[in-house]
């Protein structure tokens, strides 16, 4: 199939331009042109064809996209994820033209069919050396401040190898920054930073927001407890145990309510709950917690004031249960009194 791009463009008045990436991150601009739009079309969800051409201006081969992952490439390939990346991995000036599954050409007969993921595709990218630039970009935007992941992100989309797998649960076991996970996980940097890159990109993971680098240390300090361990070493740097860790994923999570980043705080206290029974005054904290993820509004869920309840049964006297309790209380009575003021005017 070669067809002529312009003769298409006219033949095809709803070609569309490359899905896009909203607010991309730093480093995101040096990835490769095709890379950066399938990374678009799965943020959309967007399903369509995707007509790539050669260096003569005709179109070489077609990639289709369904709810943002590629479906099939017609072109003679034998791998689906092979030849994608190859493509990906070009920077050569290509032109692509974007189309609507009803505008684009018919597909040839021979096509390979899978399931791509744009994440997979961009660790791939990356673990090759395809975007060092950007690499070194989004490591300096970064900075000193702790690298934090987001709530409900699935690793198994990047297809990472062991090795960049082990940097991943390191960063998911609490806030460190890239030299301090450096030496947590002994590895070279490099592949410490291509990881975070990787992860960075596709928004799995955000910084610290301290105030300085000063404020920063001081709540890793109070997350860790002890000292990291010197590259080399073999003797643990934590307390392994889960209590320990629970106690950590609290300490983390209190480090990010505290600086805003309730849905984060959420998530980590949920880590520490699935090790063990948490003790009375961190189930209020986790209470209070949900209610300040939902908004911190004048609705307070039911689940919220469930949490207060059982901190409260296991011990009554719970300072932190009584304090949260008694926090949302003012919050009800003064919906009551708006309420209350809202009848009487409309009386």
């Not at 077609?62 to 390939?77: D, E, I, P, T």
């Not at 690793?155 to 062991?162: D, K, L, Q, V, W």
């Not at 797998?165 to 301090?180: C, M, P, Q």
Request: charged fraction near 20%.
């Amino acid at each position: 199939m070669r067809q002529n791009p312009r003769s298409l463009e006219n033949a095809s008045p709803r070609a569309i331009n490359a899905p896009s990436y909203a607010e991309p991150p730093a480093g995101y601009a040096d990835l490769p042109p095709l890379l950066r739009a399938l990374l678009g079309a799965l943020e959309q969800r967007w399903t369509g064809r995707i007509l790539i051409c050669d260096a003569c201006g005709t179109v070489s081969t077609v990639l289709r996209c369904k709810s943002g992952h590629v479906a099939s490439h017609a072109g003679g390939a034998t791998d689906l994820f092979e030849s994608v990346l190859a493509i990906c991995s070009s920077r050569e000036q290509r032109q692509f033209v974007f189309a609507t599954d009803q505008d684009a050409v018919p597909l040839e007969a021979g096509q390979t069919l899978g399931r791509v993921d744009a994440r997979a595709l961009t660790a791939a990218v990356v673990r090759g050396g395809g975007a060092d630039a950007g690499v070194i970009e989004a490591i300096e935007f970064l900075g000193s401040r702790p690298i934090i992941m987001r709530a409900r992100v699935a690793f198994s989309c990047f297809a990472f190898s062991a090795e960049e797998r082990s940097v991943v649960d390191i960063i998911n076991a609490g806030a460190l920054t890239l030299h301090e996970l450096e030496r947590q996980a002994d590895l070279p940097l490099e592949t410490v930073a291509r990881v975070v890159f990787t992860l960075w990109i596709a928004r799995a993971v955000t910084r610290g927001d301290a105030a300085d680098r000063e404020q920063t240390q001081h709540g890793l300090r109070r997350l860790h407890d002890s000292t990291l361990a010197p590259r080399g070493s073999y003797a643990p740097a934590l307390d392994l145990s889960p209590q320990a860790i629970a106690v950590r994923h609290f300490a983390l999570a209190e480090f990010l309510l505290e600086r805003g980043y309730a849905r984060e705080a959420v998530f980590e206290a949920q880590k520490a709950l699935r090790l063990c029974r948490p003790s009375p005054a961190q189930e209020a904290f986790y209470a209070w917690a949900l209610y300040q993820r939902s908004g911190a509004g004048r609705r307070i869920a039911q689940h919220v004031w469930d949490r207060l309840d059982n901190a409260l049964r296991a011990d009554p006297s719970c300072e932190s249960a009584l304090y949260y309790r008694a926090l949302l209380l003012q919050q009800v009575q003064r919906t009551l009194i708006c309420r209350s003021m809202g009848s009487r005017e409309t009386d």
